[in-house]
């Protein structure tokens, strides 16, 4: 593969800087600040770990674990709201209810193993959180009832809702970074 090629693909799914921020655009600044804001712990409980890891490195890597429960359990929980806000495809209804419900089981069960092996699998989790939703949402608009939901959002709430996912990636990728890289150390 070329270089121009792969240079080609990283502007296709990485944006410029300009471009990145204007997605962020049409979303409330209250919902990017606190899902930025909810990264600082990921990023910073890494970034000691990693370079602060002498004492406190049981208390750091046990801090970073459980912190990534809790969001797995409010990530999962998303998917009940959206059952509840809008139509979603029959085929995705019980999908969404009970998927909303592993990422807290699976948080749990990543305490029964030793922690790196914990957070590779909160790590995985948040990845596999993300494509589900990105699957559902697929499944979702080729549904009339649910069209018909979308259509009666306003402008601004249907641009919220595409640039939504792309907020999602950016808070998926990071928290996954953060996990993996201390699972590391």
Same mark, same amino acid.
């Given at each position: 593969?070329?270089?121009?090629?792969?240079? #080609?693909?990283?502007? +296709? $799914?990485?944006?410029?800087? +300009? !471009?990145?921020?204007?997605?962020?655009?049409?979303?409330?600044?209250?919902?990017?600040?606190?899902?930025?804001?909810?990264?600082?712990?990921?990023?910073? /409980?890494? /970034?000691?770990?990693?370079?602060?890891?002498?004492? &406190?490195?049981?208390?750091?890597?046990?801090?970073?674990?459980?912190?990534?429960?809790?969001?797995?359990?409010?990530?999962?929980?998303?998917?009940?709201?959206?059952?509840?806000?809008? #139509?979603?495809?029959?085929?995705?209804?019980?999908?969404?209810?009970?998927?909303?419900?592993?990422?807290?089981?699976?948080? &749990?069960? *990543?305490?029964?193993?030793?922690?790196? @092996?914990?957070?590779?699998?909160?790590? $995985?989790?948040?990845?596999?959180? %993300?494509?589900?939703?990105?699957?559902?949402?697929?499944?979702?608009?080729?549904?009339?009832?649910?069209?018909?939901?979308?259509? !009666?959002? *306003?402008?601004? #709430?249907?641009?919220?809702?595409? #640039?939504?996912? @792309?907020?999602?990636?950016? /808070? @998926?990728?990071?928290?996954? $970074? *953060?996990?993996?890289?201390? *699972? %590391? %150390?």
């Amino acid at each position: 593969m070329t270089l121009a090629r792969v240079a #080609n693909l990283l502007e +296709k $799914f990485m944006p410029s800087q +300009k !471009n990145f921020l204007a997605y962020f655009s049409h979303i409330p600044s209250l919902v990017v600040i606190l899902g930025l804001g909810g990264l600082i712990p990921f990023v910073g /409980l890494c /970034l000691l770990i990693i370079f602060y890891s002498e004492v &406190w490195y049981a208390f750091w890597l046990s801090c970073l674990l459980q912190y990534g429960a809790v969001i797995l359990s409010f990530v999962g929980a998303l998917q009940w709201g959206v059952v509840q806000k809008r #139509n979603v495809h029959q085929k995705t209804f019980s999908l969404r209810l009970i998927w909303g419900v592993m990422p807290a089981l699976i948080a &749990w069960m *990543s305490f029964q193993f030793p922690v790196w @092996t914990g957070l590779r699998i909160q790590a $995985f989790t948040f990845m596999l959180c %993300y494509c589900f939703e990105r699957f559902t949402d697929r499944v979702d608009s080729q549904d009339p009832l649910a069209l018909d939901t979308l259509h !009666n959002q *306003s402008e601004e #709430n249907l641009e919220w809702m595409t #640039n939504w996912m @792309t907020l999602r990636l950016v /808070l @998926t990728t990071v928290a996954s $970074f *953060s996990l993996l890289m201390a *699972s %590391y %150390y």
